[in-house]
């Protein structure tokens, strides 16, 4: 899908998306658990729907609803192949949940995931009794055995997903665990694990980020469960308030564990601090200035926060660059690429990533078939100087559909190219 923006100003109220992260994890919750598990406002996205195939295929039964999913565990058969689409999280997060029932398993996916390492879970993995082939270290692998408690290490450098998906699949095992990280990126994504496992009844022991004790014998309490508002989306918001009129969101948990919710200290840091109300977050925009921001723990926030850096005056620095290589995209080169199309100077020096603010050009941009750079070209459209074209602006189904949609509502004029 192309689709055209016009500048624009925005102004009115919005209700933030949902976490597909947090979607995610409840699905995994309501799998393992007994019984029939509500998931309010859960996320419709493409990576949410991959997570559902994946909890049916492991033998749970998942309807949704108008205003709620339900997951009722262990209903059904479990499939020799499982398919994780584009979410990375879903891969190494129910791989070894998927190596709890001792059948020999297929694990596969498609587009940007096919690209992703695996090494990281064979290793682990096969610590903890499973036999895993992989493809040269790609996807697909197979998996044969069971998973057993014990100790085990896990390289923490790439992502934290892997380590979620152990937490949740160690404690319903018979003997207790012990895990061991190395190196741990994006500790607030495991933060968001261990608050979800308590809402669950599951226990665990955290020793400063880089040991767990996991006692097993344990059982997850099937219950009602409300998923919070996604700040990785609703930065996108924020910055687009911030750049081009005033936005007022609800649905947003300023104390939540999730990483992106750093984009206020962005925002603050610009000189535009988020009004923080009862029930809302607004922001209106104003003169703005360059920032220096490590985003080594939020790398989501490299878009949007790049995004603003476009609208600051003075050259913005953003720290973290390696963390964006084995995303949906090679996300530091698409950046770089995008934002010199639209007329902006910006580059890479070691783990830094530069913006010097300006007036974006009108042109014409890929998306690099990445939802966050889509999104993030959007938001530039704001205030450009004429129309920006965006290529394959279907993708922010994968984590936001209604974006284009929510934009539209506050004010921005998009149109869809017909070719």
């Known amino acids: 899908m192309i689709i055209e923006l016009s500048p624009s100003s925005v102004s009115g109220n919005l209700q933030a998306p949902s976490s597909k992260s947090m979607t995610q994890r409840a699905i995994a919750a309501g799998l393992l658990a007994n019984g029939e598990t509500r998931i309010l406002n859960a996320s419709g996205c493409m990576d949410s729907k991959a997570a559902m195939e994946i909890a049916r295929g492991l033998g749970a039964e998942v309807e949704v609803k108008e205003n709620e999913m339900l997951v009722r565990s262990g209903s059904g058969a479990v499939a020799s192949n499982l398919n994780c689409g584009e979410s990375g999280l879903a891969l ?15 694990i596969t996916g498609k587009g940007s995931l096919l690209k992703r390492p695996v090494q990281m879970i064979t290793d682990a993995l096969q610590q903890l009794g499973v036999k895993v082939e992989s493809n040269a270290g790609l996807l697909p692998i197979k998996l044969e055995g069971k998973l057993k408690g014990g100790p085990v290490n896990v390289d923490g450098s790439v992502s934290s997903q892997l380590l979620t998906g152990l937490l949740m699949a160690l404690p319903v095992l018979k003997d207790d665990s012990v895990i061991s990280v190395d190196n741990l990126k994006s500790k607030p994504y495991i933060s968001m694990t261990l608050e979800l496992l308590r809402d669950f009844g599951i226990q665990v022991e955290n020793e400063g980020m880089s040991l767990f004790k996991i006692p097993g014998n344990q059982k997850y309490s099937s219950r009602s469960y409300e998923v919070e508002g996604d700040w990785s989306g609703a930065a996108f918001l924020l910055v687009a308030g911030a750049v081009a009129g005033k936005i007022r969101l609800s649905g947003l948990n300023p104390h939540s564990a999730q990483a992106d919710r750093q984009i206020l200290e962005i925002l603050e840091l610009c000189g535009n601090p988020v009004l923080v ?62 934002l010199s199309n639209l007329g902006i100077r910006v580059w890479i020096e070691g783990n830094d990533l530069f913006i010097t603010g300006g007036q974006p050009n009108g042109g014409n941009v890929s998306s690099h078939n990445d939802h966050r750079i889509a999104m ?4 530039c459209a704001l205030g450009a100087k004429a129309k920006v074209v965006i290529n394959g602006a279907e993708c922010v189904s994968k984590s936001y559909p209604e974006f284009y949609e929510d934009l539209q509502k506050i004010g921005v004029n998009i149109s869809t190219v017909n070719l």
Do not use: W, Y
């Open 92 to 106: 190494r997060m129910f791989t070894p949940i998927a190596a709890l029932n001792g059948q020999s398993v297929t």
């Open 277 to 338: 109300g009862p029930n809302f977050l607004e922001i209106e925009s104003r003169s703005l200035k360059s920032f220096e921001f490590d985003a080594t723990e939020c790398p989501d926030l490299f878009p949007p926060a790049a995004a603003l850096g476009v609208f600051c005056e003075g050259t913005s620095r953003i720290t973290g660059i390696e963390r964006l290589v084995h995303k949906e995209s090679d996300r530091a080169m698409a950046i770089v690429e995008v």
């Open 376 to 379: 993030m070209a959007a938001v």
